[in-house]
């Protein structure tokens, strides 16, 4: 989410989760405007990333497939030849990373967001070793992380903001852990963590949609803990035991069976839940979330120009009085993701979604309020530069009063989105 100013003082103000935005990922509103030292420390950061990416150049390109992590969806691509350099000992050691930037606009933002935003979308580099016994990942940079039915935040807010060494974001450095891998089909990873958890991955580059739909704001996008990965044929188990919603609290487990039925069809069911309780509350720690279960069901075809991915997803929060749970509630959501490839460079993805919400607390824009929303996303993409436009429309219904995402105070129930994103994948 951005946020992206001209100049001046910045102003932050930390919604308190489960009150203005509801239980949603709760983006702080920002003020009007940002510190130039902010602005300055943006563009240094493009400049020093982009000499790194020259510097990086002059190391040979790897003749090998495209790495396998992170993840990416598509239509974007990962560069099929990343940067490899000999480490010796340590054997091949991988650099890629993404530069890009977007603008925004978009209708009824909410208290202190804005009409228009431009902000940087992703300045990421990443180190990876993905052979032998020992292996790692490191994901470094600045990004920001949009989505739909929330404000929008600025990218330094999530990289550079102090309260980022006290778990109110995931800082700087978003994704690194290490992984042992003593067999091709037996692996144990440990760190800061990728989620299983939805059908939709954290970062921008790596989805079809610019921003992330209504479904993932019940999930959560970072977590720390330990994870274990099977491959049996065409089945892939992981197991985690994990801090949840970044809760630093190691009391959650979520598994995830993915089933390769062909080449064109994949089915993968994920179950998650917390086995204590936790009351931290924070930017990045929904109470309500982070002590509920959570399941989805997703599918995924490939035929011809086409991919196509719908998903099922349910979650509910029991009543914990000792934490100040003092109601339950649901959501329930379905949602299909598509890309149809129009020609060698260009894609057009799109995304429908509907999510509803039970109970006594709120989960939504309300308790018992509902949501739906439509995103179309034309891409183009030649070597490793690409451009991204997006038109998305939000409406919420049996919303309660001030608790909606839209509008000033929060009185809206609609808001339509446009974007432009412009980088290059490394």
Not at 77 to 99: E, K, R
Not at 210 to 227: A, D, M, S, V, Y
Not at 262 to 273: I, K, R, V, Y
Request: charge should be negative; charged fraction near 10%; hydrophobic fraction near 40%.
């Amino acid at each position: 989410m951005t946020a992206a100013g001209e100049n001046g003082a910045t102003s932050l103000e930390i919604c308190t989760p489960n009150t203005r935005i509801g239980a949603k990922r709760h983006m702080p509103a920002t003020g009007q405007h940002r510190s130039s030292r902010n602005s300055t420390g943006q563009y240094a950061l493009c400049v020093n990333l982009i000499a790194v990416i020259v510097l990086l150049a002059g190391i040979r390109a790897a003749q090998a497939d495209t790495l396998m992590t992170p993840a990416m969806v598509g239509p974007l691509a990962a560069n099929p030849n990343p940067i490899d350099f000999d480490a010796g000992p340590l054997g091949t050691i991988y650099v890629s990373g993404v530069a890009s930037g977007f603008a925004l606009w978009q209708t009824n933002p909410y208290s202190r967001d804005r009409d228009t935003r431009w902000d940087l979308g992703n300045a990421q580099v990443i180190v990876q070793k993905t052979d032998g016994l020992v292996q790692f990942y490191v994901q470094a940079g600045q990004y920001d992380i949009l989505a739909l039915g929330v404000p929008t935040v600025s990218s330094s807010y999530f990289s550079n903001h102090e309260f980022y060494f006290t778990n109110q974001a995931f800082g700087f450095l978003p994704q690194a852990y290490l992984k042992l891998a003593p067999t091709d089909n037996f692996s144990v990873e440990a760190g800061k963590l990728p989620t299983l958890i939805g059908d939709e991955d954290t970062f921008s580059f790596q989805n079809p949609n610019i921003e992330r739909g209504l479904g993932w704001n019940q999930t959560n996008g970072q977590t720390r803990g330990i994870q274990a990965n099977y491959t049996a044929g065409p089945v892939v188990l992981n197991l985690s035991w994990n801090d949840g919603y970044y809760s630093n609290r190691f009391d959650s487990i979520s598994g995830l069976a993915t089933w390769t039925i062909d080449p064109s069809n994949t089915l993968a069911f994920l179950g998650a839940g917390n086995a204590g309780r936790s009351g931290t509350s924070t930017f990045i720690t929904p109470k309500l979330q982070n002590n509920q279960d959570i399941f989805d069901l997703m599918y995924t075809r490939t035929q011809g120009p086409w991919m196509l991915q719908p998903y099922v997803q349910y979650s509910h929060v029991p009543v914990d009085q000792v934490i100040g749970i003092d109601s339950s509630g649901s959501t329930w959501a379905a949602a299909l993701l598509a890309v149809y490839n129009l020609a060698p460079d260009w894609n057009l993805a799109g995304r429908a979604e509907y999510i509803g919400t039970s109970g006594g607390i709120n989960l939504l824009d309300g308790p018992g309020s509902n949501a739906w929303s439509l995103t179309v996303t034309p891409t183009w993409q030649h070597n490793m530069v690409f451009v991204r436009t997006e038109g998305s429309y939000v409406a919420a219904e049996h919303t309660t009063a001030f608790e909606t995402s839209f509008g000033a105070n929060g009185t809206k129930s609609t808001q339509l989105r446009a974007l432009i994103e412009v980088g290059i994948i490394f």
